[in-house]
């Protein structure tokens, strides 16, 4: 009878102990869930506003770029060029629409942003450099492109996340390159992946592209120029070169040192055109343009004549490979310098590189996609 009682005792103690635990992992639960919870309507409001406010500087800047369309919409029917205080007077509407899209969706801010520095750019080349009173109304066709880009992104409103994104809402954004990120702390920081403003801009950037091609085809050497100087990099128009099936080098440079201009010299691919050649022997041809990869500019047509050709080298894609045999510059304006080249040379120079050429230019797009992540 004793050993009955025993065992029933053992029982109601371990049934105890069971209810004890059973509630404790409740009590945990429940924390859990109710933290969850309260961690997701945190994130839910949060987001609802700043989407919310994003819309609210989106309408605006959309009202900024009509009064823009109004005004220049049909000024270049009428002109070729236009006084250079109109530049002026379009850099300031320019600059106040960056202002504005600071906080408005990241693609307006990256389309502004490019589009003011390629006015200032360009007014400060036509200024500075070329002592010009008027600019060609190419400012004005590239300004316009831009706009009715900007008027489509903030005519759209970004979609709210799912539930099951909210729970992946936020994300670590690394600072530095990995090389400084091994011997500093506090070189990353969280934050939310739908709430996009600001400028993030890269030159692979989607919307960097599309303004590129259009400038590429206004044919227009000083503009694509400025663009150049505004990117600061030679992939945009590589990626136009890659998508017209051409390879030329984007970035030529020396192969020795030059004691005739006491340095390296680097040219860079700042715009190329392609023509039918109109005569008894009809052919294709296409005229790369170039200038110095440095924000001054360098070549004046003295130089020209100095550059050791037979040395060059391209700089992006094969840096031992020497250039197209028979490639001469010739000297457009101060600062920019151009070779023309037949069609079915640069279709032989172009097959034997084009595929390694999309290999590099899919390399950097995953090395700016890591960058940004």
């Known amino acids: 009878m004793s050993d009955e009682v025993s065992v029933i005792e053992t029982l109601a103690s371990l049934a105890q102990q069971i209810r004890t635990i059973i509630g404790v992992i409740g009590v945990l639960l ?214 017209n099936n051409i390879y030329f080098p984007p970035i030529i440079q020396s192969g020795r040192f030059d004691t005739k201009l006491n340095d390296y010299w680097h040219l860079a691919l700042v715009a190329f055109h392609i023509d039918h050649q109109i005569g008894s022997d009809s052919k294709k041809i296409v005229t790369f343009y170039y200038s110095t990869d440095r924000e001054g500019l360098g070549i004046a047509e003295q130089t020209v004549a100095a550059l050791k050709l037979e040395d060059a080298r391209d700089g992006f894609l094969v840096k031992t490979d020497s250039i197209l045999s028979g490639v001469k510059f010739r000297f457009e304006r101060q600062g920019i310098i151009s070779t023309r080249v037949e069609w079915e040379n640069l279709q032989q120079y172009t097959k034997i590189r084009i595929r390694k050429f999309r290999k590099r230019l899919r390399k950097e797009k995953r090395r700016v996609r890591r960058e940004s992540a």
């Open 30 to 243: 429940g924390s859990s869930i109710g933290a969850f919870a309260i961690s997701r309507r945190v994130k839910d409001n949060f987001i609802r506003d700043a989407l919310d406010q994003i819309e609210e500087h989106d309408r605006h800047v959309h009202a900024n770029a009509i009064r823009i369309l109004e005004r220049y919409g049909k000024i270049g029917d009428n002109v070729i060029v236009i006084p250079i205080e109109d530049g002026e007077t379009l850099l300031q509407e320019c600059n106040s629409l960056l202002n504005e899209s600071l906080n408005a969706s990241s693609r307006v801010a990256n389309l502004a942003f490019l589009l003011k520095w390629l006015v200032q750019k360009t007014l400060r080349l036509h200024r500075h450099y070329y002592n010009s009173t008027k600019i060609s109304v190419n400012i004005l066709s590239i300004t316009l492109h831009a706009i009715d880009r900007i008027l489509l992104f903030t005519s759209r409103r970004a979609a709210y996340p799912s539930f099951i994104n909210l729970l992946f809402a936020t994300k670590r954004v690394r600072l530095y390159n990995p090389q400084i990120r091994q011997f500093v702390t506090h070189h990353w920081f969280k934050t939310f992946r739908f709430v996009n403003i600001g400028v993030h801009f890269s030159p692979l950037y989607a919307e960097a592209v599309s303004l590129q091609n259009e400038v590429n085809s206004l044919r227009d050497p000083v503009l694509s120029l400025a663009f150049y100087r505004v990117v600061q990099s030679p992939l945009t128009i590589s990626v136009i070169l890659a998508l």
